[in-house]
Every structure is written in C-alpha cells, then in structure tokens.
C-alpha cells in the first residue's frame, strides 16, 4: 500500500510539471512582457499601472536630482515661482 501511495504521488507531482510547462509554452506564445505575465493592454490594466508606475518614479528621481544639482527648489528652477 505504501508503495502505491509513493507511485501515485510521482504520477500526480509530474502531472502538475507537465501542467505547469504547458501553461509556460502558452504564456510565451503571445505577446506577454518580460518582467511579468500580464499582456500589453490599453487602458485601465495591471500592465498599464505598472508602467505608469515606473515612470513616475523615474520622474520623481530627476525632480530629486535636479534640485540637488541647482539647490533651488524644482519649482524655482522651472520658473513657476519667483
């Protein structure tokens, strides 16, 4: 009986390897990005908040960098306030 177990674990935990390699392979075939699994779409999305995201962070560090190069405030070195 022990052996059966043993044999039907083997059997089942390749199943999922076998499951989870074909979800790969279908994941690779369309057009996904290469830090997640989320598909490129317009519009309100995981995708999309991510990007969004990322580039304003981006933002934020040159705002940061700016002001530490011309120790003025950001908005001083715009113009926008005297």
Do not use: C
Request: hydrophobic share 35%; no cysteine.
């Amino acid at each position: 009986m022990t052996s059966n177990n043993s044999e039907f674990s083997k059997v089942e935990s390749s199943k999922t390897t076998n499951q989870l390699n074909k979800e790969k392979n279908n994941d690779m075939n369309e057009s996904s990005s290469a830090t997640t699994n989320d598909v490129p779409s317009f519009g309100w999305s995981d995708y999309a908040e991510r990007v969004n995201g990322r580039f304003a962070m981006i933002g934020f560090l040159a705002i940061l960098f700016i002001e530490t190069i011309s120790h003025s405030g950001f908005l001083q070195w715009a113009g926008l306030v005297p």
